[in-house]
Structures are given as structure tokens and as C-alpha cells.
């Protein structure tokens, strides 16, 4: 008797725990639904917000100046789409995906090794000049950022002459000319797969430019949420999320999926805004350098200004984090600075040139083992720790007579070196072939 109590006992306790689970299952469901509904709601939103015609926008703008970033703009501005802003700021869903993203990439870096592909130290210090392309028109030439998607081996070049112009390496062609900005392209990004361009432009709007299977681009969406010239692109480590920074003293952070601004974050009063941007590897942490010579260094999930780094001369012209995620380089009129981001402080300077010639450009390469910087030369330092020496391994010579590199970039493994000048050419420099040696 006592036996069968206990047994129909397990059994209803069984049975309540099977409905609670159930109960669970469908809830979940449920919350997945609706999820899903709202994102796919919202993506709607944002391409029916796009589509509006501008003779709309045009109305609006002749009874009143649109509102941009908190002032009014002139009559004659372009008001577009930053007359009809959207901010529905970065969601509890954005922030877990950025927050996974920072764990995973945090645990496979403990466990990173170099790898034994990338180019030696040996190997770079024998670097020469191997190609030169003329990429952009002479008449205004000049090439002010270049970019490189490191599993298709193309470069993306901006120009003075309002285009950015897709380069194949392999092949030695261009695949395609990004036409569409009314002034000079100040910056290009390439998403992971090389599947999508952003441009950035002193005409104050962000185009971005999806693949086709002929290997040309079009261009997706016109973003006009500054009101100022956009100096710098950065993509975020999830590949799904991109920032914007800008003269107007204001960086955005866009979603890929829609062209949606979800938030735009002012700087302090008094500042003359943003020159350059970069995510950290991680992806929580975003710096912007101004035109006022300080580095700061925002929480993306909150938005919120959570150091800045002073001690520079002059715009901040770029910066770069360290593949490890402990170093954060910084270029100015002055040279480059190396922070460590442990103890948030200046460890090294590279005073490289005179007071009269500013580092135009620094960059790590995507092992972490080299540091190129660029002004009136291009020099490559060997990475080292905050205690040891960063040697200068290498200096190639201006090869464009205009006295002014502009950017450098590292190709896969460092095999070779992009660089781009105040002239028209992108330069290649790299390890000579036994044929060419031979030849020569």
C-alpha cells in the first residue's frame, strides 16, 4: 500500500515537471517569435524610412532648416535622411551579441599563436618597391586611405578625386570604380568577407557599395546622418555593426543589415570633432582621436567616454589596436604614441620626423608582430613589450615625390605593403621573386 503511494506520488511529480518543461518549451518559442517579428518589423521600417522620395525631404526643407545633430542646418544643406533621424539606440539583443562576440574572441586569443605563414623578419627587411599602379586621375591627385580584404587579396584606395577605386593584387586589374561622392573620399573599409565597401566622404555621407558575382559594386545606401566631413570607417569585430566619425564632433554605430543609425553619441563641448576611429579586436571598447590632439575611448555598450589619452600635437590622424588587444597607437603631428591599455598610460613615442612633417598613418598588422607608420617615409618597427625595445626594422623612401604618405596597410601574413601617397599610384613593396632578382 505504502509502496503504491510513493509510486503514484513519483508520478504525479513526473508528470508536473513534464508540464512545467512544456509550459518552458512553448513560452520560448514564443519570446522567439515575437523576436523575430520585431527585427524583421523594424528592418521594414528602416528600408520604408529610405524610400521615401526626397521631393518630401525637399519640402521640408523649404519651410524649415533640418535639425543635424542637435543644430540647425544651413537651407542649402542636403537634408536627406538626417532631417528624418531614427535612434533606436543599441538594443539588450545588440549588446549580448557584442558581449559573446568579446568572450569568444578573448578565449581564442590566450590561445593564439603567430603563425608560421606570416613573413619573417628577415623577409621584410629585404622589402622593395615591386609595383606601382596608377589608380586615380592626375588631375587631382592623391590617395587619402587604402583598405585590403585579406581573403580575396583586393585593396580599396579613396581618392581626392571623389572616387575609390577596388584593386585585385593577384590579377594586377582594377575590378571596379566606386563612383558617387561629390568631394574627396577621406576613408574605405572593406566588412570581413569583402563582400560590402563603406566609403566616407567630405560631402558628409557614408555610401555603402555591395559585391555582385561579375565582381562589380553598386552602391546600397547612402547614409546622411553627419553634418560634417566623415574622416573614418571602422567595422566591428561581429561584422555585423559599423562606426562613423566625424568633424561634426559625433561617431555613429550603424547596422549593417539596415544602413539604421542606432545611436549617435556627441562629444564634449569644446571639442572640434573626430579625425579617426578604430574598434578594438574585442569589440567593446571603440577610440576616436579628435582634431584637439586627445584619444578617447568609449564603452560601446553604454556609449559612455570611459578614458581619454592627451600628450599629442595636432589632429589625431589615426590609431590602431594591437591584434592582443594591449597596445593602442596613435599618430599625430608630433609622431606616434604607444598606450598600454592595462594601465592606461603612454609607454613609447616615435618622434620619426621633424616638427614641420606629421605621421600621417600607423598601423598594426594582423599578427600583432609588426607596427607601420607613415609621413615622409614609410618605416616598419618589430612589436615588442612595454619594457623592450621597438626596433625600426625597415624604411622605405618616398618613391612619389610629394613628400606625404598617406596610409599604410599590411597584406596577408605581411607578405607585402600597401601604401598610398599624394600622388595617384598605390605602391606595392615586398620580397623580391628569385625571377625578378634574376632578371635584374
Known amino acids: 500500500m505504502l509502496s503504491n503511494f510513493a509510486l503514484e506520488q513519483q508520478l504525479h511529480t513526473a508528470c508536473e515537471l513534464i508540464n512545467a518543461l512544456y509550459q518552458h518549451d512553448a513560452a520560448c518559442r514564443v519570446i522567439a517569435r515575437l523576436k523575430k517579428e520585431r527585427d524583421e518589423a523594424r528592418s521594414l ?5 529610405r524610400q521615401i522620395p526626397m521631393t518630401a525631404s525637399s519640402d521640408i526643407a523649404v519651410n524649415a532648416p533640418a535639425l543635424s545633430n542637435g543644430r540647425k542646418a544651413s537651407l542649402d544643406e542636403e537634408p536627406g535622411y538626417a532631417g528624418m533621424k531614427m535612434r533606436p539606440g543599441i538594443s539588450a539583443s545588440i549588446i549580448a551579441e557584442i558581449t559573446d562576440c568579446n568572450l569568444a574572441l578573448s578565449q581564442q586569443r590566450k590561445k593564439r599563436q603567430i603563425p608560421s605563414t606570416l613573413a619573417p623578419v628577415e623577409d621584410v627587411e629585404r622589402y622593395t618597391q615591386l609595383s606601382s599602379y596608377p589608380l586615380h ?9 587604402l583598405d585590403i580584404c585579406h581573403s580575396k587579396d583586393i585593396i580599396a584606395t579613396g581618392g581626392i578625386d571623389t572616387s575609390a577605386v577596388l584593386f585585385d593584387r593577384s590579377s594586377g586589374q582594377i575590378m571596379s570604380t566606386l563612383s558617387g561622392h561629390s568631394k574627396k573620399v577621406n576613408s ?9 565597401v563603406l566609403t566616407g566622404s567630405a560631402d558628409k555621407t557614408v555610401r555603402v557599395w555591395q559585391g555582385s558575382e561579375d565582381g562589380s559594386y553598386n552602391c546600397r545606401n547612402v547614409l546622411k546622418d553627419h553634418a560634417a566631413e566623415v574622416q573614418a ?20 554605430f550603424y547596422e549593417f543589415s539596415t544602413g539604421l543609425c542606432l545611436t549617435q553619441v556627441e562629444g564634449a563641448s569644446g571639442s572640434e570633432g573626430y579625425t579617426s576611429a578604430a574598434f578594438h579586436p574585442d569589440g567593446l571598447i571603440l577610440g576616436t582621436g579628435t582634431s584637439n590632439a586627445d584619444v578617447k575611448i568609449w564603452d560601446v555598450k553604454t556609449q559612455a567616454n570611459v578614458t581619454t589619452f592627451s600628450g599629442h600635437t595636432g589632429a589625431i590622424t589615426a590609431i590602431s589596436f594591437s591584434e ?14 604607444l598606450w598600454d591599455l592595462r594601465k592606461l598610460k603612454n609607454f613609447r613615442t616615435f618622434s620619426a620626423y621633424d616638427k614641420d612633417t606629421g605621421t600621417n ?6 599578427s600583432g608582430c609588426y607596427l607601420g607608420l607613415s609621413g615622409s617615409d614609410i618605416r616598419v618597427y618589430q612589436v615588442a613589450s612595454v619594457k623592450s625595445e621597438w626596433n625600426c626594422i625597415k624604411t622605405f623612401p618616398d618613391l612619389s615625390g610629394t613628400g606625404k604618405v598617406t596610409s599604410v596597410k599590411f ?3 605581411s607578405k607585402y605593403i600597401a601604401v598610398g601617397s599624394m600622388d595617384h599610384n598605390l605602391r606595392i613593396f615586398g620580397l623580391p621573386s628569385e625571377d625578378s632578382a634574376m632578371e635584374s
Open 188 to 196: 574605405v573599409k572593406f566588412d570581413v568577407q569583402g563582400d560590402l
Open 361 to 366: 598613418s600607423v598601423e598594426f598588422d594582423h
Open 233 to 252: 570607417i571602422t567595422v566591428h569585430a561581429t561584422n555585423n555593426y559599423f562606426a562613423t566619425a566625424s568633424l561634426d564632433n559625433t561617431w555613429c
Open 45 to 49: 521600417l528602416a528600408q520604408a524610412e
Open 411 to 413: 597584406g596577408p601574413d
Open 137 to 145: 586621375k592626375t588631375g587631382k591627385p592623391g590617395i587619402t586611405s
Open 324 to 337: 592582443n588587444g594591449y597596445f593602442l597607437a596613435t599618430a599625430a603631428q608630433d609622431g606616434v604614441k
